[in-house]
């Protein structure tokens, strides 16, 4: 127990992965520190993002994100780094699950049609 609670603070996946997978998620899942802190809560406080990462995959509170096929002249949503806003765009050529790139036209401004990053790109209307 005290070797987990010390991986995470560390941010030590390695570590803490090791111990996770020896026990059940029901007895792991429970324990708290003396400050009545729990593993994940502690990841949290301490930035370790790492081990939040494992802590929350191991919960099932995150999953991996389905890849979606983009119809050519489909609406979709632009979720650019650093942007509070997304960026309306169009889809200019049908792209498959497959494809990490997709060819799209934005709406506003007159920047030619540029390749973005399929995790950037949200269908309008699903």
């Known amino acids: 127990q005290r070797k987990a609670f010390r991986a995470v603070v560390q ?4 570590v803490l992965l090791e111990v996770l997978q020896r ?3 029901d007895t792991w899942s429970k324990w708290q520190n003396k400050a009545g802190k729990d593993l994940l809560t502690l990841s949290q406080e301490r930035g370790s993002s790492g081990a939040y990462s494992v802590l929350a995959k ?3 509170l995150v999953q991996e994100q389905k890849r979606e096929a983009f119809d050519e002249r489909e609406a979709v949503w632009i979720f650019a780094q650093g942007e509070v806003q997304p960026k309306r765009a169009t ?3 049908d792209t498959p699950e497959e494809a990490d790139e997709v060819l799209v ?7 030619p049609p540029s390749r ?4 950037l790109v949200r269908k309008m209307w699903s």
């Open 58 to 60: 191991a919960l099932g």
């Open 11 to 14: 941010d030590n996946t390695t």
């Open 105 to 111: 036209e934005f709406w506003d401004g007159d920047d």
């Open 23 to 25: 026990l059940s998620i």
């Open 116 to 119: 973005v990053e399929r995790c």
């Open 91 to 93: 889809v200019l050529e």
